[in-house]
């Protein structure tokens, strides 16, 4: 299957400093982007969908200002978490889509964020 | 409103065989998924069906009733390495992945 590299697989921050991650599709076009979050025994939750050269949409309660998402290229989405808190701590997964035709979404490996 | 059920948690024994059931409703149905995520680590693709019937693939089978709204997951000759969270996932009508909440499966010896 195709490969969704995300980077980096774990990061430790400061409270208040802003942690960016990257999603990219190393051997197809992913226009269309997710970005997941996801709790401890808890299933994925999307966060938002991003389509290469537009902004993203965001899913009800998850704050734009503070969850930065950007997609410039065909290849490359980033999340840009600005000033974390220990609340943001989670484990952050992107998964990319070739088109809207096609189906499957491959997956990143996901980034473990802990903030203290 | 979209939903999609599968159980929380469920046991098997290794070398047995086990069912993981999922129930959807959504607008609309392009597919139905499933895929495998161990603790700590990003979901693995499993399976894909958009027709009824039954795909088999190694140890691990996958059935659709896209008129019941159900499929479910099967695994045989279970080993304790598919100890794992199984993930269902319903693309809607304008492709976009609803997913359950994921069942754990523990595998005792």
């Known amino acids: 299957g195709a490969v969704v590299s995300q980077h980096p697989s774990r990061v430790i921050c400061k409270s208040g400093t802003s942690v960016k991650i990257e999603c990219r599709s190393l051997d197809f076009q992913a226009t269309t982007m997710f970005w997941y979050r996801q709790f401890p025994k808890q299933s994925l939750m999307l966060m938002a969908t991003s389509n290469e050269g537009s902004k993203a949409t965001y899913e009800q309660g998850v704050e734009k200002d503070k969850f930065l998402i950007n997609h410039a290229s065909l290849t490359l989405s980033t999340l840009t978490v600005t000033s974390a808190h220990p609340e943001d701590s989670s484990f952050y997964i992107c998964?990319?889509?070739?088109?809207?035709?096609?189906?499957?979404?491959?997956f990143g490996q996901g980034t473990r964020l802990t903030v203290v | 409103g979209q939903n999609i059920d599968q159980p929380t948690e469920m046991t098997a024994t290794e070398g047995a065989i086990v069912q993981i059931n999922c129930t959807y409703q959504?607008?609309?149905?392009?597919?139905l998924f499933w895929y495998q995520q161990h603790a700590g680590e990003a979901p693995t693709f499993l399976s894909y069906?958009?027709l009824d019937g039954l795909e088999e693939k190694g140890r691990f089978s996958s059935f659709l009733s896209r008129s019941k709204g159900y499929s479910y997951l099967l695994l045989k000759e279970l080993q304790m390495k598919d100890s794992a969270s199984y993930l269902c996932a319903v693309l809607d009508s304008n492709y976009q992945l609803i997913w359950g909440a994921g069942t754990k499966l523990i595998i005792k010896p």
């Open positions: 959504t607008s609309g149905f392009n597919g």
């Open positions: 069906n958009v």
């Open positions: 998964s990319a889509r070739e088109g809207r035709g096609h189906t499957e979404a491959f």
